[in-house]
């Protein structure tokens, strides 16, 4: 009979790094997907390590002020843009327990935001500064860069709590408040239509019914309805899910390609037309929309939106088809007919396209392939955009992203070190068979019990109410690490511990 062995690694951690809620890697239960199969966990958790640390040391500046980080747009005289910021907002808390240093370079990021406002609306960022540090080509806002800002604030509040030099919350329900504005013409949202502006400068005219398809950063936004309590955000992810659905259905039928921007969102969407905002591809799957599957994927992969799902994977069949199986054929731009729009390859591209395949559970070789090939690729040849889109790309394939949970976000409960054991499993060791006994103070509550491998496999799922303790034999499963996962339906609380099976 195999031995299972159970480490409980939460209370350890905590001890290694306490300064931790989630410290990397937390490998967290994804909806239903495939990771890369010729590597082990260890592997994937160690690839995202080298990553890190590579580009950290070639992106992470400690300049301007000695209290201060930027992430270096690495092109001509700009020092960074709020996009770049965001990206390094995302990213550090997501590597806090493997970084030291972590909290003490996200706290440099967030002073030098707070160090370059937008003219307009005063806690959202100033999107491009230059040489000198100072804010260039008017000091207004970049949508996405604001909404990864706050998004990274929130992170950084379920990471380390609020209560230090830094209220993390109160500083991204600031950000939050300034997103949604008062009314339509004020913020990144214009709540006429629900749909997403492109920055803060959108006040009147035309722009205000267009929008950019990788701000459509849906499980951000329902992040944000939790922390600020405005159901407003829950209509802007349905407003995302239904233009997508709409360009696809019209405009890309065969390849559900989305285009880097959209016209009339009011009455007749559409891929905007040539040179609308930044050249001849802006109608069309180019450097904006290239993100799109990372985006729209672990939206799905967090909460499980079948929308998001059925986005996601248009573009992969057609990709995978289009390609013949060759990751050499994956190109940096398409029409949205799928003609080929530029000739070379650019992990800005291959990297998202990456993450949208770990929905296609039907074709691991695939999924195998493109991210043998993003591996491949040397940081020092890169440049900023293609180098981060890759970094974050790998900490979501490798079961690293995650989202603090409404229980975190809402006021109904606190940081989860805090929290009460919502379970116990005995014996440890064993024989195979777990035991799983609920907290009392839940007892006769429903719940959903999910065993998982750590290919994100679900190999056991039960719904049903826990008045007694409750067994599950895994003696016939192969040897390795499985997650069991308890999640209380009622209360949105859920605990994971993870199993060895020896």
């Not at 239960?29 to 690839?47: C, W």
């Amino acid at each position: 009979m195999k031995r299972v062995t159970f480490i409980l690694l939460l209370g350890l951690l905590a001890v290694i790094t306490r300064a931790q809620n989630y410290p990397f890697p937390q490998h967290t239960l994804y909806a239903a997907h495939i990771k890369p199969s010729q590597y082990s966990q260890d592997q994937l958790d160690n690839q995202v390590r080298s990553y890190y640390d590579a580009w950290k040391a070639k992106y992470l500046i400690n300049g301007c002020e000695s209290n201060q980080y930027y992430v270096f747009f690495d092109s001509g005289n700009t020092n960074t843009v709020s996009e770049a910021m965001g990206y390094g907002m995302l990213i550090v808390p997501l590597m806090a327990g493997y970084d030291p240093d972590a909290k003490t370079i996200f706290d440099g990021l967030y002073r030098y935001y707070k160090a370059h406002p937008s003219h307009i609306m005063p806690h959202l960022m100033a999107w491009k500064q230059i040489t000198g540090c100072k804010d260039s080509d008017g000091p207004d806002s970049a949508t996405d860069g604001d909404m990864d800002i706050a998004f990274g604030l929130l992170l950084a509040h379920a990471q380390w709590g609020s209560g230090g030099a830094i209220n993390y919350f109160s500083e991204a329900l600031l950000i939050i408040k300034d997103l949604m504005g008062d009314d339509a013409s004020e913020g990144d949202i214009n709540q006429e239509y629900n749909s997403i502006k492109l920055g803060d400068w959108v006040r009147n005219g035309s722009y205000m019914t267009g929008t950019r398809t990788s701000d459509f950063i849906t499980d951000h936004f329902r992040a944000f309805s939790c922390a600020i309590k405005d159901s407003t955000w829950n209509s802007v992810v349905d407003e995302c899910y239904a233009l997508i659905d709409t360009i696809q259905t019209s405009y890309s039928p065969n390849t559900g390609l989305l285009p880097d921007f959209i016209v009339d969102v009011d009455e007749n969407p559409k891929p905007a037309p040539p040179n609308y905002l930044e050249g001849d591809l802006d109608g069309n799957y180019s450097y904006n929309a290239c993100r799109d599957p990372w985006r729209l994927a672990t939206d799905y992969l967090i909460s499980g939106d079948e929308r998001a799902k059925e986005a996601v994977l248009k573009i992969d069949k057609w990709l995978y088809e289009a390609t013949g199986g060759s990751v050499n054929n994956v190109h940096a731009g398409y029409y949205l007919d799928g003609s080929v729009a530029a000739g070379w390859s650019d992990n800005s591209f291959t990297a998202p396209f990456t993450v949208g395949a770990m929905l296609d559970t039907a074709n691991q070789e695939w999924l195998d392939k493109l991210y043998a090939k993003i591996l491949l690729a040397n940081t020092a040849n890169g440049g900023y955009y293609d180098n981060t889109l890759r970094l974050l790309s790998m900490i979501t394939i490798s079961g690293n992203y995650w989202v603090p949970s409404c229980d975190i976000l809402n006021g109904t409960a606190q940081i989860p070190a805090d929290l009460p054991q919502l379970f116990t499993i005995y014996p440890t060791p064993s024989e195979g068979e777990v035991t799983l006994e609920l907290n009392k103070r839940y007892a006769n509550k429903r719940f959903l019990v999910r065993v998982v491998n750590n290919m994100g496999q679900t190999i056991y799922s039960k719904q049903s109410a826990l008045n007694k303790p409750f067994s599950i034999d895994l003696s016939a499963n192969p040897k390795g690490l499985y997650y069991i996962r308890l999640q209380l339906e009622e209360d949105r609380l859920s605990e994971t511990l993870k199993v060895v099976l020896m």
